[in-house]
C-alpha cells in the first residue's frame, strides 16, 4: 500500500468514526471471513412463535424430509426473527436424517433434529449447562414416545391424519405403530403426510419448552415410565446387572405383544 | 453522512482498488455479518488424513461425547486444513448426539454426527446428490453393524480394549454386546474408553470413505446382509405388507437367541 492509500485510509477512519474499520480495509472480504470467530454454544434465544415455526416445518418437510423440516422450523424462524449468528447455520445439513438418517429408520429424524437445535440455543461444553439442555431433549423424547401424534394440525394439510402412540422414538417403530392404527401403508402418501404433521408437532414442542426454559418456568412434564425405571434398575447404572444403558421406552421393542418375561 | 465524508469515501474506495469495499464501509462489523451469506451445501471438501481426524476425535470424545467427538475429528480437521466456511460451523451442538442422544442410547452419536458430517460435504438439496450422500452414510451404518469395532487404536490410549459386533446402530444396544464380549459393566471406565476408540474408528472410516468419494473410487463395502434383505421383502416399499421400512439390522433387535420365527 503506498503513502497516498495510507494517507487516505487514515482519513476516512477518522471521518466514519471508528478504528474498527481499519482492519476491514486492509483485508479483502475472504480474509475478513477466514478470521471470523463464531460465539460459542449456547447462543441467545430468542422467543419464537411455536405456531410460526410449525407452519414452517410442515412445507420444509415436503423440500427436504423429517430432520431438515424440524431443524430449518426452529432455526429458520430464528435466522428470520434473531438474524445473526443463526444465519450462519447451513440448515441443509439436517437433510441428513431424513427417515430415520438417510432412510435407514433408526432415530426419528424430527427428534434428531430438534435435539441438536435444543442444545445450540441451551447447551455448553459445562456440565450443568449440559445436563440442563439434556433434560430438556429428554422430556422431548419421553413426550415423542407417550403422546398420540400427530397432534398438530397444518393450516393447509394435503390429508386428514389420524395420531397414534410410537412407544419409541425409532423411526421405523413410529411408523409401523401408525401404519397398524391409521391403516395405511409405509410408503403411501398418507403416511408421508403423517410424518408432516410429526415434523410440524415435534418442532412447535420443542419451542413450546424452549419458551419456558427463557421464562424459567420449564419443568418436565413427562416422566420415564415406572417400566423402564424398573428395567434400569437392574440394567442401568448401579444395578445388579449394569450391562446396558437406556431411557428409551424398554417396552416398545422388548416384551411385545404384552409379555413381561426376558427375551 | 455529511459531504466530506461522501467525498473520503469516494476517494478510498478509488485507492484501494474496488467498489466492493463501499457496503462495507457503509456499516459497522455486526452489520456486515448480518447480511454475509453462507455457502449452499455441499460444502467443498478437501481430502484430510484419518489419522489425523481419527486422533482429533479420540481427545475431543473425553470433552464433549462421542457424536461430538466424531464431529470435531472430521470438521475440526476441516477447519485446520480447509479453513473458511468451516470455521462458521459451531461444533459443540453436536455434543447433543452423546449416549445416543443426550444419554438416551438410541442412535450412536458417532454415527449420529458422522453422518451429519458426510451429508454437510456431499449433499444438496437435488435428489441426486441426496441419494449419493445416503449412499455413504448407508455404508457407514452397515460397516458398524457388521464389523468387530472399534478397529482404531489411539496413539495414546488409557486402556486396551477388546472389539465386538454390534449388528444394530443403537447404542444400548452396542454397548451391551460390548459388556458381554469384554466382560465390563456398562458405566466402567473401560466402556468409556471403549466408546472413545469407537468414535475415532468412526470419523476415521467416514473420511475414508470422503477420500474415496472425492477420487471418485468409491464403492459401498457392506451390502445389506440376506437376513434384512428377506424381512424387506414383505415389510418395507413394494411388500406384501409393506408396514415398516428400515435398513437397520433386523435380527440385532427381532429373533435374538437365533429364532427365526416372528416376535
Not at 58 to 79: D, T
Not at 138 to 162: H, V
Not at 203 to 230: C, G, M, R, T, W
Request: hydrophobic content about 40%; proline content about 5%.
Amino acid at each position: 500500500m503506498n503513502r497516498q492509500r495510507r494517507d487516505i485510509l487514515k482519513m476516512v477512519v477518522a471521518a466514519a468514526g471508528g478504528a474498527a474499520i481499519t482492519p476491514m480495509l486492509m483485508k479483502n472480504s475472504y480474509a475478513a471471513k477466514e478470521q471470523e470467530k463464531i460465539p460459542e454454544v449456547p447462543w441467545t434465544y430468542k422467543k419464537v412463535d411455536p405456531i410460526a415455526v410449525a407452519e414452517r416445518a410442515y412445507p420444509a418437510y415436503y423440500k427436504g424430509g423429517c430432520s431438515y423440516g424440524a431443524y430449518e422450523g426452529i432455526i429458520g424462524e430464528l435466522k428470520a426473527v434473531a438474524g445473526y449468528p443463526y444465519i450462519l447455520i447451513p440448515t441443509e445439513m439436517f437433510i441428513f436424517g431424513e427417515g430415520g438418517v438417510a432412510g435407514i429408520s433408526s432415530l426419528c429424524g424430527a427428534l434428531n433434529a430438534v435435539a441438536a437445535a435444543i442444545f445450540l440455543v441451551t447447551g455448553a461444553v459445562a456440565h450443568k449447562q449440559r445436563e440442563e439442555a439434556f433434560g430438556m431433549i429428554r422430556e422431548l423424547f419421553n413426550w415423542y414416545e407417550q403422546e398420540a401424534l400427530p397432534n398438530y394440525r397444518p393450516k393447509n394439510p394435503r390429508y386428514e391424519i389420524k395420531a397414534s402412540v410410537s412407544k419409541s422414538p425409532l423411526c421405523h417403530a413410529s411408523v409401523t405403530k401408525w401404519c397398524k392404527a391409521a391403516g395405511f401403508k409405509s410408503f403411501s402418501k398418507e403416511r408421508a403426510e403423517r410424518c408432516g404433521w410429526l415434523t410440524a408437532s415435534t418442532a412447535k414442542y420443542a419451542v413450546e419448552i424452549l419458551n419456558k426454559k427463557a421464562d424459567s418456568a420449564f419443568i418436565a412434564a413427562h416422566p420415564l415410565s415406572s417400566q423402564v425405571q424398573s428395567c434400569r434398575s437392574c440394567h442401568d447404572k448401579g444395578g445388579a446387572l449394569e450391562n446396558s444403558r437406556t431411557m428409551m421406552d424398554c417396552g416398545g421393542c422388548h416384551f411385545t405383544g404384552g409379555k413381561t418375561k426376558h427375551l
